[in-house]
């Protein structure tokens, strides 16, 4: 069985550019978790999914990040326009069920310069 | 509100040495899952275990054991006879029923294991 896979695995930008990431979780896993990891930190909840419904958004700073899961399968998550401090990596996770079988990806290095 | 604390930042042991990671959490919840998990220098989060709430068994799987304590809210991971490859970031983390089981992580603690 293939794991969650994200791509790409790292990124740089420029300051003010957009930037996409993408996850695609694992086959029949209906929660879809993004995570945001600065260094030296533990990951954060940015947005969970189930389904294609976004039920938990409070982490995420909307004037900047967006995220869609169309079809409840694959998901993006945008930053527009990318700032310094968005440099982190961004952990796409699944499950089957919200209480445990997370399974990670191996993220997204994002560098913004 | 939930909380994760991993109160060593980083721990050097040399090879084959025993070493204890603590993990100290709160929750007002009485339905929770605790996890641990290990992330390598490749960056990807791999699962180690999960326990729930309800089920204060310690475990050991090889090298590894956990120690589960509601009485301090404590879940603690040790390594037997540690190996070079056991270096990594090693992250205790707890969901909770009543934050529709939201993973929150503590800061995590880096092992360096010397030969």
């Known amino acids: 069985e293939a794991g969650v896979v994200q791509s790409p695995r790292y990124k740089i930008i420029e300051k003010k550019q957009p930037v996409a990431f993408w996850c695609n979780p694992i086959s029949g896993h209906n929660t879809l978790y993004w995570y945001l990891q600065n260094l030296g930190q533990g990951p954060e909840l940015l947005i969970r999914?189930?389904?294609?419904?976004?039920?938990?958004d409070s982490q995420l700073p909307k004037d900047r990040f967006s995220a869609e899961r169309l079809k409840g399968v694959d998901s993006t998550l945008k930053i527009q326009p990318a700032e310094l401090g968005d440099s982190a990596v961004y952990l796409c996770?699944?499950?089957?069920?919200?209480?445990?079988?997370?399974?990670f990806g191996s993220g997204t290095r994002l560098t913004v310069v | 509100a939930q909380k994760v604390t991993q109160a060593q930042t980083e721990i050097s042991v040399v090879e084959k040495e025993d070493v204890t990671l603590d993990c100290v959490y709160e929750t007002r919840d009485t339905t929770y899952y605790l996890f641990w998990y290990k992330q390598p220098p490749s960056g990807e989060l791999v699962f180690l275990i999960r326990r729930n709430s309800f089920d204060e068994q310690n475990e050991i799987s090889g090298r590894y054991s956990w120690n589960f304590q509601k009485s301090t809210s404590s879940f603690n991971f040790t390594i037997t006879a540690s190996q070079v490859v056991d270096s990594a970031v090693y992250f205790c983390a707890l969901s909770e029923r009543g934050s529709n089981y939201k993973l929150t992580f503590g800061k995590g603690t880096l092992l360096t294991v010397n030969p």
């Open positions: 996770a699944s499950s089957s069920q919200g209480s445990y079988g997370y399974t």
């Open positions: 999914y189930e389904n294609e419904e976004a039920v938990d």
